[in-house]
Structure formats: structure tokens, C-alpha cells
């Protein structure tokens, strides 16, 4: 893939759309150009780490093991997320790890030093950025209190109901690329897989979702966030 290629993937972006010629030239932004395979690490055990990541294409798990050596998923990450050192804080990642999941994947990434060079030059970037991480920051929150307060079924239709993308969310039904499996499911809204696949099954025979292999389909959203009891 040439430059110019490179440069038009780096720009999708509702952050990195906003960097001029010459911050991208000094920040050497295509050299931080990254391909990741599908399944690779990023990273793995990131107590260290001193860098940031913009996903551009494809999907990212991120995680941690814990001390029997299970899987414990976090969060599966989408184009136009932020991961790695997002707090621009060192030394706090203890055992997290990134994954690219199920698919090539695109990122491009910074180091921290550089990162806060950046937004010392354009606080206009740094207001942008610090929105970005509290929208973040929101959707962990807000995943926590589905996992607290609400039953199974509801904690499976809410979760559909968050990765529907926010600028198309008044259309009544939606087409997603579907990168997940009952599992990724499960793990993320705290249930087992045969139960996902009970309550997905359910959802399809009524007509509300259709899955597959490749695609997810949101028939009605309204009646979708209403069942979810999204406030």
C-alpha cells in the first residue's frame, strides 16, 4: 500500500482528520502506520507501555488474563476508537493485552511524549481528544450498570443497543458487519454462551435482529432501545 493510500485510511478518523500537513510530518504519523494480523497481539501484558492507538479498520479485543489464565474481555473495539495508554498515564496496564479480532487490522499509533508534543501544539486537538475519553469513559460506565441492574435478556438487547452507531441511530433499521461470536457476546454482558444463544434465537424468531455469519440487522431500533431500558 502506498503512501497516499495510507494517508486517506489514517484520515477516517474524527480526530486524526483534524491533524494539518505539517503535524503529520512531525509527528511522522505514516511510520507509526500499523497492520496487525487477524488474531495477532498489539501488545500483551502492557504494565509498560508507552503508547496510544487509533483504530482505523478492522476490530480490536482487549483484555486481560488473570492469575488461573483465563480471558477476561474488556472491551471489542471499533474503527474511530482510542486504546493502549488513552489516559496518557504510564505504568497502569498490569496484564492487559490487544488482539486483532477476527479480521486484518489497521491502527496507528503514537507514543505518549509525542502525543503531548501534539496536543501542547493544538489545545483546539486536546479538547477534542479529552471528549473523546470521556465518551469513552461513559460507555464503560454505563456497561458496568447494565451488568448491575438489569436481567439477562435485557443485558443482551442493551448491549446490541450500544454498538449501533451513534450518527445513524435515528434510523429505524440498521445493517452492521458482524464481528462478534455468542461468546464475545456472553463474556461482555456477563452470561454464559449457551444463554446469548438462547435469548439471540428468541430476538430473531421475534423479528427484532436477524444474524449472521456476516452481518448483524436491527429491524427496529425504537422497540430495540426500548426493551433495553435505555434512559
Sequence with gaps: ??????????????????LTKENYET??????????????????????????????????????????????????????????QFMLERKNMLGEFAQAHRCETILCSFTLDDFEKLLALRP?????????????????????LNLLQRDVRTRVLYFFYTILPQEVIKENTIKLANYLTHDDIARLTGTSRQTVTTVVNQLQEEGLITIDRKSI???????????????
Design 217 to 231: 440487522v436491527i429491524h427496529d431500533v425504537n422497540l430495540l432501545q426500548k426493551l433495553a431500558k435505555v434512559g
Design 124 to 144: 483546539d486537538l486536546a479538547i477534542v481528544f479529552s471528549r473523546k475519553i470521556g465518551q469513552k469513559l461513559k460507555r464503560i460506565e454505563h456497561r458496568l
Design 1 to 18: 500500500m502506498d503512501e497516499q493510500a495510507q494517508m486517506l485510511i489514517i484520515r477516517r478518523n474524527d480526530f486524526l482528520d483534524k
Design 27 to 84: 509527528l511522522n504519523v505514516l511510520h507509526n502506520y500499523i497492520i496487525a494480523d487477524k488474531d495477532a497481539y498489539i501488545y500483551f501484558d502492557a504494565q509498560f507501555l508507552n503508547k496510544l492507538y487509533f483504530v482505523k479498520e478492522g476490530f480490536v479485543k482487549v483484555g486481560v488474563v488473570d492469575d488461573e489464565g483465563n480471558e477476561l474481555i474488556k472491551d471489542i473495539l471499533r474503527p474511530g476508537d482510542v486504546f493502549g
